[in-house]
């Protein structure tokens, strides 16, 4: 007998063989136990993960002559139907390769079919795979089949692209959506596979094939495969790599530790050898990736994911312990966007020598609470002004902060006792904290302190002079007097008795006067030593500064 491809040789035939998809093979089981069997199904997931093989078990199912019921429904395998359909020769299961079969004409074929009772079955089941290849043309003469389709007829929808398909055929059936198996899944089918085969094969060998296959079993099996056909029946690390040209776990492990250390010396000369040795550029940016991805894991949850363990945990332990959650973050940022324009760059090498130069400039981070506390400590070396108080919201923008630690910080800056001053200063503050009072004020001519009043001008009585008139709105602005000027004041309004061309003229000169405040206030504030310390802090640079 000509030699089976393990993919092929080991494909399920049972649904309790079937890896990874228990979601979906219990839910038909239960539907072949209570006969609550649907007439369409739609199979969507990604390459060889089981889609075409459970459509062949549910066939099976639906038509063998003695299925196991015991402890949950499966095929015989025995029946000659099951034979048939294993072997691909039933008549009343027919596999369409919708690739092949796009045009209207072949969907009015198997309209014709359907009419037809099963020949030694149940049901006439249609197993068409790659359904979204379907021409719309297609797909439009399949619906009126699909919604009302013959008691003895089952279609089966397998695809990869799911989102290709029409909304009202996807509204006619039942979806099941597969999942990516998992690398431990893979790996210990593997196992049992090398087994069977009587083939050695390292740990490590297996762990890096089911990285390699990313979630598909078809695609683990054929690697294994060819793996097998390069090494014979010893399986080692050494024999894999030289079969697919990744990346040397020692290498990359000397990367990231070189990367901690900051020795750009050392990362560069790994690029370089690895540029020598003709190596994939591309592929070690995103290895490098997924490395660090793990790092920030392992530095971040106390129980780690089985996903991290395929690689070297007492090396990441280790590195974890030597920097920040904060650093981690910054790394992978920058091999992030590393990775993605090294693949697509003309001159590659050049980009990662770049990549790897600002991974190890990336400095120490210090905690959010240190830098709560030093700014607490600056204020309280240096309290600020008022007026630079108000240009406080510089535009800073630091990288991997929390925004409710930064809030905490604007809010300590921001609410620093006013200092005493004039009219004007007075304004700024009802702005930042009573803005609704401030809007008020500001339809006056202006305000000056005689002795103990507060005496507020307008250029004649409008609705804002007559609610400052009302006891209660007096009683609070002289509160919020007293809050400022630290003094007892008492409310009075005048009536300014100047024309409206003076009025106008003095208001342009105040606005003049006060672009020139605001002037000196963003001059004051960028050479403000807790602006240049903050910015220094989070690594920032000050974009705006806005006068609140």
């Known amino acids: 007998m000509s030699y089976q491809v393990i993919a092929r040789k080991y494909r399920p035939q049972t649904f309790a063989e079937v890896i990874g998809q228990e979601h979906i093979t219990r839910t038909l089981q239960n539907a072949v136990a209570s006969g609550r069997l649907h007439h369409a199904y739609l199979l969507t997931g990604i390459r060889g993960i089981g889609k075409t093989t459970l459509a062949r078990i549910f066939s099976k199912m639906l038509n063998c002559k003695e299925p196991v019921k015991v402890p949950a429904p499966e095929p015989c395998n025995k029946c000659q139907s099951c034979i048939d359909i294993t072997n691909g020769t039933s008549i009343d299961v027919q596999e369409i390769d919708g690739a092949s079969n796009t045009g209207v004409d072949d969907v009015r074929e ?116 060819q793996a097998i056909a390069y090494s014979g029946k010893k ?6 790599k030289g079969l ?54 392992v530095k971040t949850c106390k129980d780690i994911p089985a996903s991290v363990k395929v690689f070297d945990i007492t090396f990441l332990k280790e590195m974890a312990d030597r920097v920040s959650v904060e650093e981690c973050q910054q790394w992978f940022n920058i091999a992030f966007r590393g990775a993605e324009d090294i693949a697509r760059a003309k001159l590659p ?9 600002n991974m190890t400039q990336v400095r120490p981070v210090q905690s959010v609470d240190e830098l709560l506390e030093k700014v607490d400590q600056l204020c309280g070396k240096q309290p600020l002004q008022q007026t630079t108080i108000n240009a406080q919201r510089a535009a800073v923008q630091p990288p991997q902060v929390e925004t409710n630690r930064l809030s905490t910080i604007n809010h300590k800056l921001s609410t620093s006792a006013p200092a005493t001053g004039s009219w004007a200063d007075f304004i700024d503050w009802l702005r930042l904290h009573k803005p609704q009072v401030a809007s008020f004020l500001e339809q006056s001519t202006g305000g000056i302190i ?3 009043d507060l005496v ?40 300014d008795s100047a024309t409206n061309e003076v009025a106008v003229e003095n208001k ?26 903050a910015a220094n802090i989070f690594g920032a640079e000050i974009k705006e500064i806005k006068i609140k």
Do not use: W
């Not at 399986?235 to 894999?240: F, K, P």
């Not at 090498?349 to 130069?357: E, F, S, T």
């Open 110 to 225: 198997i309209r014709e079919r359907v009419k037809f009772l099963p020949s030694t079955g149940k049901y006439k089941i249609y197993i068409i795979d790659e359904v979204h290849m379907l021409s719309t043309a297609a797909f439009n003469a399949l619906l009126k089949t699909l919604e009302e389709p013959p008691a003895h007829v089952v279609f089966i929808f397998a695809t990869t692209e799911v989102h290709k398909i029409p909304a009202t055929i996807l509204s006619r059936c039942q979806r099941y959506d597969f999942r990516r198996i998992t690398g431990q899944k893979i790996v210990e089918t593997l196992k049992q596979i090398a087994k069977s085969e009587e083939i050695d094969a390292e740990d490590a060998c297996l762990e890096v094939i089911a990285a390699e296959a990313e979630g598909s079993m078809r695609d683990a099996e054929s690697l294994f495969d």
């Open 508 to 533: 342009k000169k105040a606005n003049e006067e006060l672009v020139t405040k605001h002037r000196g206030i963003k001059e004051e504030a960028l050479k403000h030593d807790v602006i240049k310390e």
């Open 244 to 297: 697919l040209g990744f990346l040397d776990r020692k290498q990359l492990i000397a990367a990231v530790r070189a990367i901690v250390d900051r020795d750009a010396k050392t990362v560069l000369g790994l690029a370089d050898e690895l540029f020598q040795n003709g190596e994939n550029l591309s592929r070690f940016a995103n290895e490098l990736l997924n490395a660090l991805h793990k790092l920030i894991v």
């Open 235 to 240: 399986l080692t690390y050494e024999s894999l």
């Open 349 to 357: 090498k050049m980009l990662l020598d770049v990549m790897l130069i």
């Open 456 to 495: 507020i001008k307008f250029q004649n009585k409008s609705f804002a002079c007559d609610r400052l008139m009302e006891e209660d709105r007096k009683s609070f602005l002289e509160k919020l007097a007293l809050d400022f000027f630290k003094k007892p004041l008492k409310l009075k309004v005048e009536f």
């Open 450 to 452: 005689k002795d103990a």
